[in-house]
């Protein structure tokens, strides 16, 4: 079964510094991996998704990410924090295609200081 | 550019009393979903659509019933509340399968007291 673990449940960078988020899965089959961004009192918007494509994509609002097969992991990056990155993020996992299940890591609720 | 559009966004709800979420989408997605959001544990699936038509069980599905009733529309129902239903409740579409990604409504508050 699949599985997501977001390490770091809090992170706190100052304003243009780099930010990185962790997360690590275990599947059973080449995955579909996802970020999403919360704000507060609103639903998760898309940020970037892995399908097997390219190793190293690109998302919204400068957010990269990596897929790193030999380390299962698929980290959330960006050069330059901003005040208005302040949010929760969430990564996810699913199974390849034709699945319907999205499993989500419990989220990192990332703080941006002036 | 509605989305995907959740009512009502707050509820407050008696130990036994029943009510139904209710969700749209105008995007001419083909799937749906339910999640429940907790703090800690992220979104964990309790219902899904794939197509019109058809529904199937997620992670969490006991206490709840879902009814696609037509491919805009996917309302999630609590028969008998109870305080552990207490939540934020997502519904999300997608046009496929979850490699597309999901588009959430904004939630909807859930107490059961």
């Known amino acids: 079964a699949q599985s997501v673990t977001q390490l770091g449940s809090h992170v706190s960078v100052s304003e243009g510094a780099l930010v990185l988020l962790r997360c690590n899965y275990s599947?059973?089959?080449?995955?579909?991996l996802f970020w999403y961004v919360q704000y507060p009192n609103q639903g998760l918007q898309l940020l970037l998704k892995?399908?097997?494509?390219?190793?190293l994509v690109k998302g919204i609002n400068g957010f990269e990410a990596e897929f790193k097969k030999s380390e299962t992991s698929f980290h959330l990056t960006k050069p330059s924090a901003h005040m208005s990155d302040a949010a929760e993020y969430f990564c996810?996992?699913?199974?390849?295609?034709?699945?319907?299940?999205?499993?989500f890591g419990a989220g990192t609720r990332l703080f941006v200081k002036a | 550019n509605a989305g995907v559009t959740q009512t009502p966004k707050f509820q407050v709800l008696k130990t036994g009393q029943s009510m139904t979420l209710q969700c749209a989408q105008d995007?001419?997605?083909?799937?749906m979903y339910w999640y429940r959001q907790d703090p800690g544990m992220g979104l964990r699936l309790i219902y899904y659509s794939a197509s019109e038509g058809t529904t199937d069980k997620g992670e969490v599905p006991n206490g709840y019933n879902v009814s696609r009733l037509n491919k805009r529309e996917f309302s999630l129902r609590l028969e008998s509340a109870a305080p552990s239903q207490t939540s934020v409740y997502f519904c999300a579409s997608s046009y496929r399968g979850v490699e597309y990604g999901y588009t959430f409504g904004s939630g909807t508050r859930l107490t059961v007291v």
């Open positions: 995007m001419n997605h083909n799937s």
């Open positions: 599947s059973s089959v080449p995955p579909y």
């Open positions: 996810a996992v699913s199974e390849g295609t034709g699945g319907f299940k999205t499993i």
């Open positions: 892995y399908t097997s494509a390219a190793t």
